[in-house]
């Protein structure tokens, strides 16, 4: 109820024309909630524009059409968790609607080939949902313990390793990304597969200064036949959104760990995340946002801040929530930025996505400077994990 006080409050504000300098965080969350509420029943209507509605997932907007995917593609399940995260902030039975429309259809990923992002499509989709029982028609555990299963077959016990990707020329390609998979195993299938992934990624992905390279590809035998960055700049550079995946991955299985009572692993991953924590805050820029690579600076990446505000966030949880820690401070900071008109969209624009400027793959020439699902979804994460009284 007071959540829901707190978002019309947002809105006569919005209504009233508020000065964001005067905005409290609390203020700014239910802002930006009451404008996510607006547009993802938007995005529903553009999407239903398609057919079948149901089957499609947003991707991105581009030259003033909504791009859509079909399930297979990894962020199919950010749109969900999108209307999840809105329906718990809200309670609005038309969202709880449309949230249980567009999870269902992926429990379709469980009768297909699919990749190592069976742990991004289900974790932010049927994972939320079995938060919400009474909104639940089909058991969303028995989705995600499937999913668990089949993220699972695809180890490598040779080279200790999930393997990410089935195409490409590589022979057992792993990506940084892949960290973010491993919560459906902690949570729903074998934690010993994924603390191992973790454990060998910890070893094979970091470079001495502590960022990651994006690729490790394996032989057989596990020895190592060469790392890229594949969607960086350069195989040297620091890719954005890799260092934000490999914050938030680190960060997010030492949280676990802890939960577990597991500490010597907790304080494993914890080290490798404090330090390109260090690396992080050391170069990212005044408004928190950093390039899509940190060589570059050309074009802004939403989704690697986005993403980056959520890792920070846990990390400041993992230190202790000192007021004046600096990865609470740079979180507070990526916010207010990403809210800010220079970010966040105007209701009913932006094809319902609620955050512009992302950098999907800038090597591939695809999604350069576009909104992506994973901005927002991110976005709305870090919002919900930031405290709820905070003057920053
Ligand atoms: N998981 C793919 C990406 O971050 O672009």
Sequence with gaps: MRR??????????????????????????????????????YMDSLLTATTPADRRCPRTFQGDTLVTSDIGWWCSGFYPGIL???????????????????????????????DHDIGFQLMSSFGKMVRFPEADP??????????????????????????????????IPVIIDNMMNLELLLEYGDREIAEKHALTTAVNHFRDDGTCVHLVDYADDGSILGSQTVQGYADDSAWARGQAWALYGFALMAQK??????????????????????????RLPEDGIPYWDFSQTDYKDASAGAILACGLLRMWELDGCEPDDPSFRMAGRILRTLASPEYLAEPRTNGGFLLKHSVGNMPGGTEIDVPLTYADYYFLEALTLFPEVSSL
Aim: with cysteine.
């Design 138 to 171: 089909v058991g969303a555990d028995s989705v995600l313990t499937g999913g668990a299963c089949v993220l699972a077959a695809r180890f490598i016990p040779e080279a200790g390793v999930i393997r990410s990707w089935n195409w490409g020329p590589w022979n």
């Design 84 to 114: 999840w995260m809105v329906y718990e902030e809200t309670d609005d039975p038309q969202i709880r609607e449309l949230a249980v429309r567009h999870t269902l259809p992926l429990a379709g990923l469980l009768d297909r080939e699919t």
């Design 4 to 41: 829901l006080i707190v978002f019309w409050a947002a809105l006569a504000a919005m209504a009233c024309g508020r000065t964001q300098e005067a905005e409290t965080m609390e203020q700014l969350r239910g802002r930006v909630f009451a404008i996510a509420q607006v547009q993802a029943v």
């Design 257 to 282: 760990e802890w939960e577990a009572g597991n500490d010597t692993l907790a304080q494993r991953y914890f080290k490798v995340a404090a330090k390109l924590e260090d690396w992080l805050l050391a």
